[in-house]
């Protein structure tokens, strides 16, 4: 439909089938995503109206991928609410139900506050009924009326704006069989409001800053009701990925359709093996207030179970990026099962870098810390007028239990404050940092093993 308007000519174009428009959606951690569509509707030379039915739209968000096109205007009308029908309808008399075979007609005189009129004169200043209204005075979907200027003509319409209600997760399942590791990972993406017939569909990684306060939710759209029921789909292809700035964006294979509540599972990249070490760490406490004080109570601590899959650079999975999310680690038992043994939460890792997991305490091997020895003396000041010196020397004792049928490594990291050095351990120590020492004890299959060191502080 052509019209001409205020010196222009508009175009009138309502949007509302599949095949009307081709949909892309880049989709973040936070529940933002933006939404770029394609339109077949032509643009003339200067100013276009088109009349749009887009979910979700802020129109505060709203503009053209196109460097000659421009958006003059954009207002978006939400699906109707009964006080926005009954305010379409003042003026006009309805029918009202009050119970089921029973109605009552009345003119609605305004909506807000609502006041009706009877066929006798009387006025109602509440709803006589449940009303029921005709079709043209209820909007069943978003309406945007928006304007677009083109400096020339263009032979589809591009329009781009950020939603809300939409958000993906990444899960990783690494199998672990000796020294190796079978590693896989999927990317889920789940819709709360946000729901299209058929999207190319991107994934963002990394850390994106929010600075609007303002978001669709608080023109009065809010997220669609509870999800009644999850769904989950597999895709046999896989995701792809490429760096845009400094996130990474992974494009997921074919088209899909998004539902609210129903997830979608793709797979991230193929199934690959690497290699994997097993540490087994007692962890070392920095002391209240970086300093040291005297406790004789021995105290157990427990044995941390962690697993680095090496990931070398110039390999298909060293190269790739990997989305923050989570790591299930699974192992078989005697009979051949896999079995659930750990579960962590990666950081995004960049290509060529390890990945770290805590799978969480190991069982059948114990540690148990105890102060043996603590002295404490005043030491003179480095010049005159500053504050004396303290010098604490303390002696520990790391018994380690292994109940096993095989020997075991045990790291035992140390944590200390201000200037220190190890004076003497049963076993050799090495520095890892300016707060951290760590002694690499080998405990026996069925045994124990025990670690005595004596550290000194200056401070």
């Known amino acids: 439909m052509i019209k001409y308007v205020r010196g222009a000519w508009c175009v009138g174009l309502l949007v509302g089938t599949p095949l009307a428009a081709q949909t892309s959606l880049s989709i973040y951690r936070d529940g933002r995503v933006v939404v770029r569509r394609t339109l077949p509707q032509a643009l003339q030379q200067g100013r276009n109206a088109l009349t749009l039915r887009i979910e979700a739209l802020d129109p505060a968000t709203l503009f053209s991928p196109d460097t000659v096109v421009s958006v003059t205007s954009a207002t978006v009308r939400y699906p109707s609410s009964s006080t926005d029908a009954l305010a379409q309808a003042v003026g006009q008399t309805m029918s009202f139900v009050r119970s089921k075979g029973d109605t009552i007609r009345a003119t609605v005189v305004r909506a807000d506050p ?14 006589p009924g449940e009303p029921l209204f005709s079709a043209e005075l209820v909007r069943t979907s978003p309406e945007a009326q928006v304007v677009l200027d083109a ?21 990783y399942q690494v199998v672990l069989t000796g020294t190796k590791a079978q590693v896989s990972g999927t990317a889920t993406v789940i819709s ?6 058929s999207a190319d569909v991107q994934l963002v990684a990394g850390s994106i800053q929010g600075a609007r306060n303002k978001s669709i939710d608080e023109y009065g759209v809010g997220a669609a009701s509870g999800v009644a029921f999850l769904q989950r789909r597999a895709d046999s292809l896989i995701a792809t990925e490429e760096a845009v700035g400094e996130t990474h964006v992974y ?9 609210p509540g129903v997830p979608v599972t793709t797979a991230l990249f193929p199934r690959s093996s690497a290699p994997v070490v097993q540490e087994l760490i007692v962890p070392g406490v920095l002391p209240w207030r970086g300093w040291m004080g005297q406790n004789q109570e021995p105290n157990r601590v427990p044995v941390q179970v962690w697993y680095t899959i090496k990931r070398a650079a110039k390999t298909p999975f060293g190269d790739r990026p990997l989305p923050a999310g989570t790591v299930q ?10 079995q659930l043994i750990g579960e962590a939460s990666n950081d995004h890792t960049a290509p060529g870098r390890d990945l770290r997991v805590q799978s969480g305490g190991a069982f059948d091997i114990t540690a148990e810390r105890v102060q043996t020895d603590w002295n404490q003396e005043q030491l003179p000041p480095v010049r005159r007028g500053m504050p004396n010196r303290q010098r604490v020397t303390a002696a520990y004792r790391v018994t380690i239990t292994n109940a096993k049928a095989e020997a075991v490594n ?3 990291r140390e944590a200390h404050f201000g200037s220190w050095k190890i004076m003497e351990s ?8 300016s707060t951290e020492s760590r002694f690499r004890v080998q405990v026996p299959a069925g045994g124990e093993a025990t670690l005595t060191y004596t550290v000194q502080i200056e401070q």
């Open 114 to 127: 609502p006041q009706f009129k009877l066929p006798d004169g009387r006025l109602l200043l509440s709803p």
């Open 151 to 171: 400096s020339r003509a263009r032979p589809r319409t591009e329009i781009a704006y950020v939603a809300q209600g939409m958000r993906w997760e990444t899960l």
């Open 192 to 197: 709360q409001s946000f729901r299209t017939d």
């Open 251 to 259: 494009q997921l294979p074919g088209r899909l359709s998004i539902e």
């Open 329 to 338: 680690l699974y192992q078989a038992d005697s009979s051949g099962r896999v």
């Open 410 to 412: 045990v790291d035992v």
């Open 426 to 433: 049963s076993v050799s120590a090495e520095k890892l940092s």
